[in-house]
């Protein structure tokens, strides 16, 4: 059983365009993180949900939109695609939105390539 | 500001030796540290976490880390590699400004094990 997974797996797209990414967890936990990695492998944490409500914002174009269905579904609608948008987007789960003792559960990443 | 550094792009160990991947850290107070792993096409996974006590803290697959606070070091370590230890080596810290796990993440260290 897959514990964090994404949809899709790969996303290829025009500049200009509107698209989707979609996470699952099926571990029953209560928080879920986006993560962009970019071309150098450098990992940044970009928005967290705590069971529905956002708790970590970072500074990410508002093009970027976070939306929690409910506590087990992290969804990333991306409108207006810039080049720079390509990267590997990773979502994450943890037990609980503090828990210094919760390490991060990440899916296996979506590769967007806008062209 | 909270950060850790891994200051190696590329280790490059052979198999049946040891191996040091070093991370160091620039955090207030005792920091919370942990390591992930990133295999080729895939999330992170989580290796193993320095919350407080013994410095030395053991983990997944046979790795260990040492935590030393004079040295602001959590150098990642194991006694003999195997070539499936080739892999995307990830330090990170949690940010203790914030009350949510929010995590900065090193740049990354590629870890080479030839046969």
């Known amino acids: 059983d897959t514990a964090v997974s994404q949809t899709p797996k790969y996303l290829v797209t025009q500049m200009g365009n509107d698209k989707s990414i979609k996470c699952e967890q099926n571990l029953g936990h209560d928080t879920m993180y986006w993560y962009k990695q970019d071309s150098k492998k450098f990992l940044k944490i970009m928005f967290s949900?705590?069971?529905?409500?956002?708790?970590i914002n970072e500074t990410v174009p508002n093009r970027f939109s976070p939306k929690s269905p409910d506590k087990a579904h992290l969804n990333l609608h991306i409108n207006s695609l810039e080049l720079g948008d390509s990267a590997v987007y990773f979502c994450?789960?943890?037990?609980?939105?503090?828990?210094?003792?919760?390490?991060?559960?990440f899916g296996p990443g979506t590769r967007l390539t806008v062209l | 500001a909270q950060s850790v550094a891994q200051p190696e792009d590329q280790v490059n160990v052979a198999e049946g030796n040891p191996l040091t991947v070093k991370c160091t850290y620039s955090v207030s107070g005792n920091p919370y540290l942990f390591w992930y792993v990133q295999y080729p096409n895939r999330g992170l996974q989580f290796l193993l976490k320095?919350?407080?006590?013994?410095?030395l803290v053991k983990g997944s697959y046979g790795f260990e880390a040492e935590f030393n606070k004079s040295q602001t070091s959590f150098h990642l370590k194991k006694p003999s590699a195997l070539v499936s230890d080739s892999a995307l080596y990830f330090c990170?810290?949690?940010?203790?400004?914030?009350?949510?796990?929010?995590?900065?993440f090193g740049s990354g260290t590629k870890l080479n094990v030839k046969p």
């Open positions: 994450a789960s943890s037990p609980s939105p503090s828990g210094v003792y919760n390490e991060q559960f």
């Open positions: 949900y705590n069971n529905k409500e956002l708790i």
């Open positions: 990170a810290v949690r940010d203790k400004m914030s009350n949510f796990n929010k995590f900065y």
């Open positions: 320095y919350i407080t006590g013994d410095n």
